[in-house]
Structure formats: structure tokens, C-alpha cells
């Protein structure tokens, strides 16, 4: 579906990310797995075109990305980053609504959501953490989008909560690339993991072959399952 | 006397309103054009910093002499009172606009916003407590320094002042300060009420 070509980008003389070739097929989970500053935050915003690829290309269903207009790209792409970006002014149902083009009405998408209907009215401040979560994933799905890219955004959850949210991805019937830097989120989210660090790809592949790697900073990963 | 007192208060509002609202036109989207540039933006800040410094009366003496918006009336007031009405509405929008968190402007973009519908559906709404303060400043402070006005002979309030002073009668003093000071509470407690509507139930980020 997306398929990143030596795709480099920098900031100023930084470079952030070199050589970065990658396939997301249709369908799957693909998780970004590294630590923080090794540039998976920054991947997820070329491929919305928030920032734009120094070189390389990136094609969304063998289109070049810089040949979609911006606004249609994004609309065609749900987004939930790290603090949810909530718009404080809205209600939950306004927050949904907004952005919505969906055969499901939104209390149905807000349900399918697991958020119960009686909340739509209230703003996020008056709704738990793990209501707004629900609220920004619904938002996201609003437009039916093929793919959904999430930023990090259950790492500031309890962990009850988090498996939860976490069974709620499980559910989705979509094309996602989660970022984390979590590795019990990878394993169970991915059906691939790309690992990053500082900016280059050091392994991708499924869950089970992240052993194989010998790379250093995997193998440290790994070691923190042990414990 | 009390319609003589009454003609003047509003002689005084208008004044006060034309350059509040002249004011407000220029300097919010000032402030969306500075939050967007920050260094010619800093550049703008500092230059109406500079003009709330110059003492009114000095101010009106120093543009008397210019030709178009200079001479006697009201035409040079409401001039120099949009002048010093910016600062605090530019200055206040712009507070707005900054305490607005990056996050919140990513995620309206990233879920296809085109930028006039962020700032129209986004920036403005979740900066409008603070621009309405700024509004709030703006407006008190210009119907005090109005009161100067009279001095040019754009009439208001000042007028009995001026007169109170200069034959020392206390009641023609109080006459002209006791509705100025009236207007200015008024004014003062309507905008922070809109202020307090605004914030309330959107109690950003």
C-alpha cells in the first residue's frame, strides 16, 4: 500500500533519517519500534506529508505522495498523536462529527468504539483518560479511512487501560502503522516491527524474528522482556 | 447641565468606540500575521511598545502639526487613541495564539484542515478569552486617556474636566470624572463577563 524508497530526511544539517526503505502492505499492523529521537515520530510525518522527504519517494498504491494534494492525503489517513490533540473546545461528539464521512452514524462509530454514547455531549476535560482515547481513535476513523497512524498514544495509560486500548487496535479492520517504544506493544500489535535507531532501519521483519537481530540496541530490548 | 453631561458621554463612547474597533481590526490579524512570522512579528511588538510609552498629550502635540490626520478635533483623537488601543489587543491575541499547544494545531492539520478552516474552527475560538481581554484593557484604558482628548477640542468627557480645572468648580470636575469613571467599571465588568463565557466549558488544554 505505502512503499518508502531510500527515503532520507533532515533538519537543517541533521540528518534525521537515511535510507529508510520499507513496505506497509494493506491490511497490517506495522509497528515503529526504537527509542526516543531514533526518528519513528518523524517516519509517520513524511507519510501524512506534515514534513516533507529530503530524498528518496514514497508512493501511497505506487502514486508518488508528492503527486496527492496534501488535504486529500491526510483526510484519507487517520491520525492520533501522542496527547491526543483533543480540540478542548469541542465536544466529544463535535470532535467526531467534524471530520466525519461515514456510513456509520457517529453514536455507532462512537459505540464500536467502546465510548458510550452518553458522553458525546461532554467537552474533553470532563471525560477520564481512557474516554479520550476512545474519542481521538474515533476521530481518527471518522472518515473511513484506509489507513490509521497513531503516535505513541497509549504510553500514557495505565496498564489495564492500555491492554485494553491495545485490544481495541486488535478489532480494527484497517491498514496501521503505530509508532511505540514499547516492545510488549510491538510484539502484540505487529504483524511487522521495523526497528529504529538514529534514524536508519536496523530491523524489520515479523515479531518472532526480532532475535535473530544483532543488533545491539534490539538485543538490549529483548533483554528488558527478561526482567 | 445633565443633558450637556449626557451628550458628552457619548461623545466621549464614540470616540472611544470608533478606535477600539479601528484598533481591533488592525491589530488581531496583526497578531496571526506575527504568531506565523515571529521575527517581524517581535519587530511589530516592539514598535507599538514604543508608541504606549510616548505621554498622550505629548503624543497628540507631536501629530498636531501633520497634515491629514493632524488639527484640532476629533479626527486626530480617535487617531491617537487607536494608537495606544494596539498594544494590548495585539499583544493579548498573540498570548491566545502562543498558548495554543503545538499538538492541538498538528492534529487539525493532520486530519485534513485547510489553515483558514485551523484558524477559524481552531486558533481564534481557543484564543478568544484572550483576546477579549485584551479588548477589555484596550477599551479601559482608552476611556481614560480620552478624557485628554479634550484638549485638542475633540470633545467628551475631558471638556468638564478641563473646565473644573481651570475655574477650580467641584462639581463640574466630578461632572466629567464620575461618568468617566462609571464607563470605565462598566466597560471593565461587561467584557470581563464575556471573558468568563468564553472560558467557561472550554477550559483549554
Known amino acids: ?139 481518527a476513523l471518522a472518515s473511513n479511512p484506509p489507513l490509521l497512524m497513531l503516535d505513541e498514544p497509549f504510553s500514557a495509560l495505565d496498564p489495564i487501560l492500555r491492554r485494553e486500548m491495545q485490544d481495541l487496535i486488535l478489532t480494527l479492520d484497517k491498514t496501521i502503522i503505530f509508532v511505540t517504544h514499547d516492545l510488549r506493544e510491538a510484539m502484540r500489535l505487529g504483524h511487522q516491527l521495523v526497528f529504529l535507531r538514529d534514524g536508519n532501519i536496523v530491523f524489520s521483519g515479523p515479531p518472532q524474528d526480532l532475535q535473530k537481530s544483532d543488533d545491539s540496541e534490539v538485543k538490549a530490548y529483548l533483554r528488558t522482556l527478561d526482567q | 447641565m445633565s443633558d450637556n453631561i449626557l451628550s458628552l458621554t457619548l461623545e466621549h463612547l464614540l470616540l472611544v468606540s470608533l478606535a477600539v474597533l479601528a484598533a481591533s481590526l488592525i491589530a488581531i490579524p496583526t497578531a496571526i500575521w506575527s504568531q506565523r512570522n515571529p521575527r517581524a512579528g517581535s519587530l511589530v511588538l516592539k514598535l507599538t511598545d514604543i508608541i504606549q510609552t510616548i505621554p498622550s498629550l505629548a503624543l497628540f502635540g507631536l501629530l498636531l502639526p501633520l497634515p491629514l490626520i493632524g488639527g484640532i478635533g476629533a479626527k486626530l483623537a480617535v487617531f491617537v487613541l487607536f494608537l495606544y488601543a494596539l498594544l494590548p489587543i495585539l499583544r493579548n491575541t498573540l498570548l491566545g495564539l502562543d498558548g495554543i ?104 488544554r
Do not use: C
Not at chain 1, 54 to 83: A, E, H, W, Y
Open chain 1, 1 to 139: 500500500m505505502i512503499r518508502l524508497n531510500q527515503v532520507g530526511f533532515n533538519r537543517g544539517t541533521a540528518k534525521i533519517l537515511t535510507g529508510i526503505t520499507l513496505d506497509i502492505p494493506e491490511l497490517q499492523r506495522t509497528v515503529l519500534l526504537g527509542r526516543s529521537g531514533s526518528g519513528k515520530s518523524t517516519l509517520l510525518r513524511l507519510v501524512n506529508r506534515l514534513l516533507e522527504i529530503t530524498s528518496g519517494s514514497i508512493t501511497l498504491n505506487q502514486k508518488p505522495l508528492q503527486d496527492i494534494d496534501p488535504l486529500t492525503l491526510r483526510r484519507s489517513i487517520g491520525f492520533v498523536s501522542q496527547n491526543l490533540g483533543l480540540f478542548p473546545h469541542w465536544t466529544a461528539r463535535h470532535q467526531i462529527a467534524r471530520f466525519h464521512h461515514h456510513t456509520d452514524s457517529v453514536e455507532a462509530l462512537a459505540a464500536s468504539i467502546g465510548l458510550d454514547t452518553t458522553l458525546l455531549d461532554r467537552y474533553p476535560h470532563q471525560l477520564s483518560g481512557g474516554q479520550q482515547q476512545r474519542v481521538a481513535i474515533a476521530r
Open chain 2, 101 to 204: 499547544s503545538a499538538e492541538i494545531r498538528e492534529s487539525a492539520i493532520a486530519l485534513g484542515m485547510t489553515p483558514i478552516q485551523v484558524l477559524r474552527e481552531i486558533e481564534i475560538p481557543l484564543a478568544a478569552p484572550s483576546i477579549v481581554a485584551g479588548l477589555r484593557i484596550a477599551t479601559v484604558t482608552t476611556i481614560g486617556t480620552a478624557t485628554v482628548a479634550a484638549a485638542i477640542g475633540a470633545g467628551g468627557l475631558g471638556v468638564l474636566l478641563y473646565r473644573g480645572l481651570a475655574t477650580v468648580e467641584t462639581e463640574l470636575l466630578l461632572a466629567g470624572a464620575l461618568p468617566a469613571a462609571a464607563l470605565a467599571i462598566l466597560a471593565d465588568q461587561l467584557f470581563q463577563w464575556i471573558e468568563d463565557k468564553l472560558s467557561t466549558s472550554r477550559r483549554p
